[in-house]
């Protein structure tokens, strides 16, 4: 079964702080996703990474930023937390050309104050 | 750009009441269309994905179809645990990898 972890599954984080979520997948995938998700506004793609040190923008990249040193994981960084981030973030992984299926990891809902 | 519009956005059925939900869809050229469940808090959960129109797929209670604009999830005989948000998604055109969701469907099972 593919597995996909988040270091947290809640957090509590300073209006101004940088934060850090961290997703791994154990099962060698080679696309790697940031969502976050809010009632009412769906799913919306932050940022993505098809290879190890790769990155591209998604919808709402403002704000954030990525970081994949090895295939296994994938950050996300709030360089200066905001209230307007709480939220549910979600990371998934898919396995590459041509298979798209994406698999999502458990969630960390963050509160920013 | 590629849409998906899910209907209803909310569905309560009676347990034992079988019923569908939609998923329409816009897309140039669809490589896939994906279904997940997702419980409250939770990451989504994949179920299902199809290829091509006509294809069929199946797992317990729920069964998936695709024809040329549109996905149906049927629900037979749910149960109290198929209360759920199930979330439609679709790939195609030239954005390899990636995935537009509808904004899903509420589904609650009275007992």
């Known amino acids: 079964d593919v597995k996909v972890t988040q270091s947290s599954r809640y957090l509590v984080k300073r209006t101004g702080e940088k934060v850090f979520l961290e997703c791994v997948q154990d099962?060698?995938?080679?696309?790697m996703f940031w969502y976050r998700q809010d009632p009412g506004l769906g799913l919306r793609l932050i940022y993505f990474s098809y290879d190890v040190k790769m990155k591209e923008k998604g919808d709402i990249p403002e704000g954030y930023s990525v970081s994949r040193e090895k295939k296994e994981r994938f950050s996300l960084i709030l360089e200066s937390a905001s209230t307007n981030q709480t939220s549910m973030y979600l990371c998934?992984?898919?396995?590459?050309?041509?298979?798209?299926?994406?698999?999502f990891g458990p969630g960390t809902r963050l509160l920013v104050l | 750009e590629d849409q998906v519009t899910q209907s209803p956005e909310a569905l309560r059925l009676q347990e034992g009441e079988s019923s569908s939900l939609n998923c329409s869809y816009t897309v140039s050229g669809l490589r896939g269309l994906f279904w997940y469940r997702q419980d409250p808090g939770k990451g989504p959960e994949f179920l299902f994905t199809?290829?091509?129109a006509g294809e069929e797929k199946e797992k317990e209670r729920l069964k998936a179809t695709l024809t040329k604009k549109e996905s149906f999830l049927h629900i037979t005989a749910p149960k109290p645990e198929d209360s759920a948000t199930y979330l439609c998604a679709v790939s195609g055109g030239t954005s390899y990898g990636k995935l537009t969701f509808g904004q899903g469907t509420i589904l609650t099972v009275h007992p």
């Open positions: 199809l290829y091509s």
């Open positions: 998934a992984s898919s396995p590459g050309r041509p298979q798209e299926t994406q698999y």
């Open positions: 099962m060698d995938h080679e696309n």
